[in-house]
């Protein structure tokens, strides 16, 4: 797995270096020490794993987060910081981990441990994602593809499946689709709503909730009983 690390302290970058290279099977690429070149760097190096700072001059750590992840939709952020009012803005956009300063070998060696398992657990997904499910709208069967399913909304004693291709209304409740389509990372955002992960673009705050934008445009909410479930799924997811 290769790891980007931004700090504006070089010496708090290299420290940070120092642990995160014990750890199996992760390549440190460089420390860097600000956002510009943060984004610089990713765009000829591609890696998959960026730990950033938060308060540094310049472009901040949440802006280049904002950067990274319109540039690449599958890169990893951890924000690692001393300054935990942030951790609302993190969430927006989707980190995977929010770590405090002074640093802990052990809570990063866990949560480095916990996304490698995650990684491996969205490969077994994607070779599965080719699974076609037969159903039945309006009198009409259809192969159902999950890695085309951008959300399902609740609609009485039907749901309604929104696909990259079509809308679908089938007979059913949410829960029933919930459990049969989680494994594919399609999961609950509010109890009217499932939505692929794989197809979240951002996080917005709206009020004491929040929402959800996809790639297609559309927005979900985001309830705040579903919020950290459907944080942990995007670790992130």
């Not at 765009?43 to 802006?63: C, R, S, T, Y």
């Not at 690692?80 to 052990?106: G, H, M, Q, R």
Request: glycine fraction near 4%.
């Amino acid at each position: 797995m290769d790891v980007l690390i931004v700090d504006d302290d070089q010496p708090t970058g290299l420290y940070l270096s120092h642990i995160v290279a014990k750890i199996p099977d992760i390549n440190v690429l460089a420390v860097i020490t600000s956002g510009e070149e943060a984004i610089r760097f990713a765009q000829a190096h591609k890696p998959q794993v960026v730990f950033l700072d938060i308060d540094m001059p310049g472009m901040n750590g949440l802006e280049a987060a904002r950067t990274l992840a319109d540039l690449y939709s599958d890169i990893i952020v951890i924000f690692a910081t001393a300054y935990p009012n942030y951790a609302l803005d993190a969430f927006e956009v989707y980190s995977f981990d929010y770590i405090l300063k002074p640093f802990d070998e052990e809570r990063i060696r866990k949560t480095l441990t916990k996304l490698s398992s995650t990684l491996k657990g969205q490969m077994l997904a994607a070779t599965s994602r080719t699974e076609a499910i037969p159903v039945q709208s309006q009198g009409r069967t259809y192969l159902l593809n999950p890695d085309e399913i951008l959300y399902i909304e609740s609609s009485r004693t039907n749901v309604l499946i929104k696909t990259t291709h079509r809308e679908l209304l089938l007979k059913g409740n949410l829960a029933d689709w919930a459990q049969r389509l989680q494994r594919f990372g399609i999961i609950p955002s509010h109890r009217s709503y499932l939505v692929n992960v794989n197809k979240v673009r951002e996080i917005k705050r709206s009020g004491y909730t929040f929402n959800i934008k996809l790639y297609s445009g559309e927005n979900i909410p985001l309830s705040r009983n579903c919020a950290q479930q459907f944080k942990n799924r995007l670790g992130k997811l």
